[in-house]
């Protein structure tokens, strides 16, 4: 695959830019990820099925907010 293809491939979509994230494990063994700076809340499932997409994973995406015990 040339250089050019690679770059294309892992190209990170403008209203993406300001996005930053991080990352924490729990006491149970559990990996959390938190992004922000989106610039709509309505970028935030296709962000997930960028970031999902890209690592070859799948992920469940619920329309209710979790809450932490």
Known sequence: MSDTKKKKQFEIP???KNVSGF???TYSGEL???F???E???DLPEFADFVFT???MR???NDKVPTIH
């Open 32 to 34: 959390m990820m938190v």
């Open 59 to 61: 992920y469940y995406n």
């Open 23 to 25: 990352t924490f494990t």
């Open 14 to 16: 403008s209203k993406f």
């Open 36 to 38: 922000n700076g989106f």
């Open 54 to 56: 890209k690592i070859k």
């Open 40 to 42: 709509e809340e309505t």
